[in-house]
């Protein structure tokens, strides 16, 4: 089970609005989201270099703007039988007037059977929730980004009618 958070200073709506706008690009490929990707560090593998495994994945996200969630699915783009998929919820919770936190909870199943989970309980331990906390990280980063440029144009338009 996976279950994360980032803390944004935005007013909920606002941040919500963006969240289900961005994850609808995402999950039809529409720019500036048409090559998303995953990536893991490759110390969180357990290799003694810096850099990172990136590997370009398919989302499709289903908004429940009610209920100020999306159900969403992630898995690679390509050879998908050597990538976990991940099975989840990500959430917009209001934390007062301008505050919220974007959270990530669900689960990941990894590829190859037994063999699989075995990597992942070993040799792979973490790599999936260090690839998901760099979504989550990411995303939060993109709700900022929209949120304020909304904001900026918005304070635009009243100093220039």
Do not use: K
């Not at 908004?63 to 898995?75: K, N, S």
């Not at 331990?125 to 900022?144: K, N, P, T």
């Amino acid at each position: 089970m996976v279950e994360m958070y980032v803390a944004l200073e935005l007013e909920p709506t606002a941040a919500r609005d963006a969240t289900t706008e961005i994850l609808r690009a995402l999950g039809e490929q529409r720019e500036p989201y048409e090559r998303a990707l995953l990536s893991v560090g490759l110390r969180n593998v357990h290799l003694p270099m810096d850099g990172a495994i990136t590997v370009p994945v398919a989302a499709s996200v289903d908004p429940r703007p009610l209920r100020w969630e999306c159900a969403i699915h992630i898995e690679a783009e390509n050879h998908q039988e050597f990538f976990p998929t991940f099975e989840g919820t990500l959430t917009v919770t209001p934390n007062g007037h301008d505050a919220c936190e974007l959270w990530l909870q669900g689960s990941y199943t990894p590829p190859m059977g037994t063999f699989g989970a075995t990597l992942n309980a070993t040799v792979l331990r973490g790599a999936a929730e260090s690839s998901l906390r760099a979504f989550l990280d990411w995303l939060a980063h993109e709700v900022r980004s929209a949120v304020e440029g909304r904001q900026s144009a918005g304070f635009d338009r009243q100093m220039h009618p």
